[in-house]
């Protein structure tokens, strides 16, 4: 039997990032041989990827791959924070902004079907994702893109890599860029009050009614108040109607018919919106933990 020492151990953790214990097992498993140690591994890690796929993935990051008026934006999700920022993790969002951007995929499953190499993992998308969960120990989830190839200019703008703007134009591309930026930060849901959800516009009537109803007023007043209240909302939320962030004595629409540019559309992505994130009460794990102690 060979001796496994440490310096062996960090040698195959540097190598595959797996944990030191798991290191160390495939180490004595293969006698020693680096080689072999790394298969074993990559069988053991395949394994992890599979109990990894239930955890919630809430953090991420937003990637954009723009290739002349064809273009794409994508967000790849992750468990926490500090693997969005793992470089590993960050060429395989980037790799699959491209792929949407040049092979047009209808849907995440033909993204994941892919060619795809990196990291000693492939030969898809998907196998070089599951590697990454094995290796990060993480997991980690496409969760939607979208792609632009109308033959129209294209702006885009990424806050960090939390937020994500491509906007589709005609113009200026220095207006549009603005534009970019306006969206990240004002966050409109349409381009027009006519393109607002119904379900949303629905939702916000149905809070007006019941606030209007409090007040005691006629009925016809009280509709008035409620049909305010709607009219108030769409103009918030659609990008046209919105105060331009850069000049609040325009709207955004005032500001593009001054550049002579039109904004054909955009697309907005907030890493893990709506996503139910996993609070750990970290005194009741351990509480959880002593118990289980002193009952074995």
């Not at 926490?80 to 790799?95: G, I, Q, R």
């Not at 890599?161 to 589709?168: D, P």
Request: proline share 2%; charged share 25%; aromatic share 4%.
């Amino acid at each position: 039997m060979a001796a496994i020492t440490a310096s062996m151990v960090a040698e195959l953790r540097a190598k595959t990032d797996a944990p030191m214990m798991e290191c160390k097992k495939a180490l004595t498993e293969a006698d020693g041989d680096m080689g072999r140690a790394e298969e074993i591994l990559r069988v053991k890690l395949g394994n992890k990827a599979g109990k990894a796929a239930s955890r919630i993935t809430a953090e991420g990051v937003v990637a954009a791959s723009v290739q002349g008026s064809t273009g794409a934006l994508i967000e790849v999700n992750c468990e926490t924070d500090f693997v969005s920022k793992n470089e590993s993790f960050l060429a395989f969002v980037k790799s699959c902004a491209d792929l949407v951007a040049t092979h047009n995929p209808a849907d995440i499953a033909a993204l994941s079907a892919l060619p795809l190499s990196q990291d000693g993992f492939g030969p898809t998308v998907e196998d070089v994702r599951k590697g990454l969960i094995g290796k990060i120990g993480e997991n980690m989830a496409v969760r939607r893109f979208r792609r632009y190839a109308g033959g129209g200019s294209l702006a885009h703008y990424l806050h960090g890599t939390r937020i994500g703007v491509m906007v589709e134009f005609e113009g200026s591309e220095v207006a549009a860029k603005d534009v970019a930026m306006h969206v990240a930060a004002m966050k409109p849901v349409s381009l027009s009050s006519a393109e607002v959800p119904a379900d949303l516009v629905e939702r916000e009537r149905r809070v007006a009614a019941e606030k209007a109803a409090e007040s005691g007023k006629p009925a016809e007043i009280v509709a008035k108040m409620v049909e305010g209240s709607v009219q108030k909302f769409l103009k918030e939320v659609s990008l046209f109607n919105q105060t331009f962030v850069k000049n609040d004595k325009q709207t955004v629409e005032q500001m593009l018919k001054a550049a002579s540019t039109t904004v054909k559309g955009f697309t907005l992505y907030v890493v893990g919106e709506g996503i139910e994130k996993k609070v750990d009460d970290f005194a009741a794990e351990v509480a959880a933990q002593v118990a289980a102690a002193k009952a074995q």
